[in-house]
């Protein structure tokens, strides 16, 4: 069984642009939460999803969205990028939190 | 104050020393975890504890729930164990992470 997948790996982006992050979580979990990474620290909570809607939000600006489909996947988008939006981005999913999660290999996201 | 918080932030040992990393934690939690986090970021848990002890291998951690305490344990150290180690807790639907205790184990 594949675990947590996410997609890109690695990603450029210049300030002012957008971008879409994807997760696939572990076949039958259906909670996916998001969480973003700058170097140095610990990760920090985005959001949380279970059964395609939103369980929790961490304190992140408007820009950053996220919405999970019908077969559990998700999507982080972050519009108008700023420099200090460089980090890796880690995608979590589990049966339903707070039980425990498997986490993705994440997305580092490089703004320039 | 961060709501978890680790110790030590660093921390390098002599292969086969025993170790010992520590997590405070200020709020209500349903579980604690240990997660493993190597260079290039993917994270692995290693445990999730909700009370007492749990052991996997040379790893062993423990909880005090009065205290709101954790304690993370490495038996005969090896330099493959070399990793970022971060305690989170589990509070509603969400998780709370420390900052992580950056291990390098020598040979």
């Known amino acids: 069984d594949a675990g947590v997948t996410q997609s890109p790996t690695h990603l450029i982006k210049t300030r002012g642009q957008h971008v879409t992050l994807r997760c696939s979580p572990i076949?039958?979990?259906?909670?996916v939460s998001w969480y973003q990474q700058v170097l140095g620290q610990g990760p920090q909570f985005i959001f949380q999803?279970?059964?395609?809607?939103?369980?929790g939000r961490g304190n992140f600006p408007d820009r950053f969205s996220a919405r999970q489909f019908p077969n559990y996947s998700s999507e982080l988008n972050v519009n108008a990028l700023l420099l200090g939006d460089s980090a890796l981005y880690l995608c979590?999913?589990?049966?339903?939190?707070?039980?425990?999660?498997?986490f993705g290999s994440g997305t580092r996201l490089t703004v320039v | 104050k961060n709501e978890v918080e680790q110790s030590p932030q660093n921390l390098t040992a002599q292969e086969g020393e025993f170790i010992t990393i520590n997590c405070s934690y200020s709020?209500?939690?349903?579980?604690l975890h240990w997660l493993q986090q190597h260079p290039g970021g993917g994270i692995v848990s290693l445990f999730m504890?909700?009370?007492g002890k749990k052991k996997h291998g040379r790893l062993i951690a423990t909880i005090n729930i009065q205290e709101k305490h954790s304690s993370l344990h490495i038996t005969a150290s090896h330099p493959r164990d070399s990793a970022v180690y971060i305690c989170?807790?589990?509070?509603?639907?969400?998780?709370?992470f420390g900052t992580g205790t950056r291990l390098a184990v020598r040979p």
């Open positions: 709020v209500g939690i349903s579980a």
């Open positions: 979590a999913s589990s049966l339903r939190g707070p039980i425990s999660y498997t």
């Open positions: 076949s039958g979990h259906k909670s």
């Open positions: 989170a807790v589990s509070s509603g639907d969400k998780l709370t």
């Open positions: 504890l909700s009370s």
């Open positions: 999803y279970y059964e395609k809607e939103e369980r």
